[in-house]
């Protein structure tokens, strides 16, 4: 049945799901699990012996890439789009992995202070001032809303002069290109492997594949024009096909030639009713997957371009990854959930819901090798959900000041590489054990010097004291007041690469070992959009909302 829907093996946290009460800077991410229920609940997403073995890309393209001269045909007009699949009786919004609210009294004008940090006052200071990501003074923290949409416009890009020159003295990204050219923002792009080249599609309605020329300036070999704005694309390398998600909802699919001066229509499939977010195509299965602003996560056949199936997901999705061995879906949405959906071949099945984030997820980022999977956020957090680990550990990583907005991961040397919307590179070494932020306690009075916090009127009266404002120290989560919690330290082990919030005895207890940082911080000098990360190459490619895509040389940060 298509667009079917099955509740499945649905686990049900203890504990509020966090919600705007959740500080920014506070800790979060502890997943729960119902004694009843056993931990491993997802033991068919984790590889107990053996990895996943992807079958070898045997597949021949499904057509001939016998292309025709440029300029391309427009592909035929779209015919009406499907009716909406709304999958029955399933909600997406039970069960799951729920990171816990740890904040109360959270009163309208009353909330407790918030942490200032900035990166002058870090601790065990990286290579070089000149790689940190410049961070402007945090004023007092707005509600988490008013943050969300405060951080969206970002901060205009500093001047790019002085970008190309070697830097040998630091180890940083080493900028090899500038790609400029399209007229609105580039929504992504990717590095072709093993050839000098670039596939990009932009909000100007272009897809152009850019080759580097004798000149060592990339330049269009491909300049196609699409009936509506690309807002998301595929590229299977293997079979050279481009899957490009448009703004009329349309995927339009097309065959690149071997030697990237041609590309050839394929399909078109009317998957989504309003604008394509995210397209991901499964060589093994013959499928693409895609998200769509009309709240859809649909699978078509891309041998026969018939609809497999749907599911109604609770918020416009913004992250996408599939794990090939075991068919599960993971569908970031802008509530801050990340579904996860078994698929079959026409039908799904609901397995649990994560929620950790107080913004909306961004990125995913599935690592098929060690199970893991990450969520970057508008919060500016990154979590690790640990699904191979079996013990349900979620981790925060905090080291960007602004929205992160996308994610690679780079398996064979651990590192995570997170973007933020400030222009922020930030290379996490994940070999590093970190451990969960601990739980924040709740108290009526300073758990330190035993002050009364200002709603416990009746120790106010009878000490005759004021009452102070509540704090909590992010490495022992104890309530104190601000007097008992006066310093601040970055503590890398639990994520906080920026100094935060800690009690007195904690920051007597916490060494200079522990504050050594786990993460290396890079300017890109552009806001991020969009990333792709060539393994092979150790290359980034960043696009920017200055139109510009950037090529980096990673090896010195990232091996
Ligand atoms: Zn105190
Ligand atoms: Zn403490």
Excluded at 47 to 72: D, I, N, Q
Excluded at 393 to 405: F, P, R, S
């Amino acid at each position: 049945m298509e667009g079917a829907c099955v509740p499945g093996a649905v686990l049900r946290g203890f504990g509020n799901s966090v919600g705007a009460g959740r500080k920014w800077a506070g800790g979060l991410a502890h997943a729960y699990w119902a004694a009843n229920v056993p931990p491993p609940f997802l033991g068919f997403l984790t590889s107990s012996t053996t990895l996943p073995e992807v079958p070898p890309p045997s597949r021949p393209p499904a057509a001939t890439p016998c292309g025709r001269p440029r300029p391309l045909p427009a592909p035929p007009p779209s015919s009406p789009p499907p009716p909406p699949v709304v999958a029955p009786a399933c909600n997406p919004g039970r069960g799951g992995f729920v990171a816990r609210s740890r904040e109360r009294g959270v009163v309208p004008g009353a909330r407790p202070g918030y942490d200032r940090w900035s990166p002058a006052s870090r601790s065990g200071q990286p290579e070089s001032l000149s790689q940190l990501v410049p961070v402007p003074e945090r004023s007092p923290q707005p509600s988490s809303a008013v943050r969300l949409a405060a951080a969206a416009p970002g901060a205009p890009p500093p001047p790019m002069a002085a970008e190309i020159q070697p830097k040998p003295l630091t180890r940083k990204p080493i900028l090899l290109q500038r790609v400029e050219g399209s007229q609105e923002v580039v929504n992504m792009a990717v590095i072709v492997p093993k050839e000098e080249g670039v596939i990009s599609v932009s909000e100007d309605r272009t897809v152009r594949v850019w080759l580097k020329r004798d000149s060592g300036q990339y330049w269009p070999s491909i300049y196609h024009m699409m009936p509506s704005p690309c807002s998301c694309m595929s590229f299977n390398p293997e079979t050279r096909r481009l899957s490009i998600g448009l703004d009329n909802g349309t995927i339009s699919e097309f065959i690149l030639s071997e030697d990237y001066n041609k590309m050839t229509p394929v399909k078109n499939y009317q998957a989504h009713q309003s604008r394509v977010t995210m397209i991901l195509f499964v060589l093994e299965l013959e499928w693409v997957l895609s998200t769509g602003q009309d709240k859809q996560f649909a699978w078509h056949c891309s041998e026969s371009g018939q609809r497999l199936g749907g599911y109604r997901t609770s918020a416009v999705a913004s992250g996408l990854q599939f794990d090939v061995e075991t068919r599960h879906v993971f569908i970031g949405d802008q509530s801050g959930q990340v579904t996860i959906l078994k698929l079959e071949q026409d039908n799904c099945t609901l397995v649990t819901t994560f929620r950790g984030h107080t913004g909306g997820v961004t990125a995913l980022c599935w690592d098929p090798v060690q199970r893991v999977l990450f969520s970057g956020s508008s919060d500016h957090s990154v979590i690790m959900w640990d699904i191979g680990g079996r013990k349900g550990t979620a981790i925060e990583l905090q080291g960007h000041n602004d929205k992160v907005q996308a994610l690679s991961y780079a398996q064979h040397t651990r590192q995570l590489i997170s973007c933020g919307g400030d222009g922020g590179i930030v290379v996490w070494n994940m070999d590093v054990e970190r451990q969960e932020t601990p739980e924040w306690l709740d108290s009526d009075s300073c758990q330190k010097c035993d002050q009364p916090f200002f709603w416990n009127f009746k120790q106010m009266w009878d000490s005759k004291k004021i009452g102070l404002r509540q704090h909590h120290c992010r490495k022992c989560g104890k309530a104190v007041c601000g007097k008992c919690s006066s310093k601040r330290s970055s503590i890398p082990l639990m994520g906080f690469e920026f100094e935060v919030r800690v009690c007195d005895s904690c920051h007597e207890a916490i060494t200079d070992e522990e504050r050594a940082p786990t993460a290396t911080f890079h300017d890109s000098k552009h806001n991020i959009v969009h990333v792709h990360f060539d393994a092979t190459r150790g290359w980034l490619l960043t696009s920017g909302t200055d139109k510009v895509i950037k090529l980096w040389d990673m090896t010195p940060v990232v091996s």
